[in-house]
Nanobody
Framework: QVQLVESGGGLVQPGDSLRLSCAAS????????MAWFRQFPGKERDFVAS????????YYNDSVKGRFTISRDNAKNTMYLQMNSLKPEDTAVYYC?????????????WGQGTQVTVSS
């Protein structure tokens, strides 16, 4: 019911900043939580940050606390990940996630990912 498209990735130097975006379209639920995950080569996807519908509640992986900020603009059906003080170990494919509980049914959606490379 939902299509998610990430953008904003690229090649940057250590200490630089990037802002990722995730645009939702299609049959968008009235209320849904969103999250960012990242995947290193040969590894499973790791949790980065999440945000609830209102944007009041946010959670972060300890490795990005103080450097990354998750936000959303529901009027634009878009979620963002502001990444500051980037490190080489942040290099990964970053994925957008949207999810919602409808009664006892859990719906989960993923984007195709955007590459972030941090290298001097």
């Amino acid at each position: 019911q939902v299509q998610l498209v990430e953008s904003g990735g690229g090649l940057v130097q250590p200490g630089d900043s990037l802002r990722l975006s995730c645009a939702a379209s299609g049959h968008i639920p009235e209320r849904y939580a969103m999250a960012w995950f990242r995947q290193f080569p040969g590894k499973e996807r790791d949790f980065v940050a999440s945000i609830n519908w209102s944007g009041i509640n946010t959670y972060y992986n300890d490795s990005v606390k103080g450097r990354f900020t998750i936000s959303r603009d529901n009027a634009k059906n878009t979620m963002y990940l502001q990444m500051n003080s980037l490190k080489p170990e942040d290099t990964a494919v970053y994925y957008c996630n949207a999810n919602q509980w409808s009664g006892t049914n859990f719906n989960d959606y993923w984007g195709q990912g955007t590459q972030v490379t941090v290298s001097s």
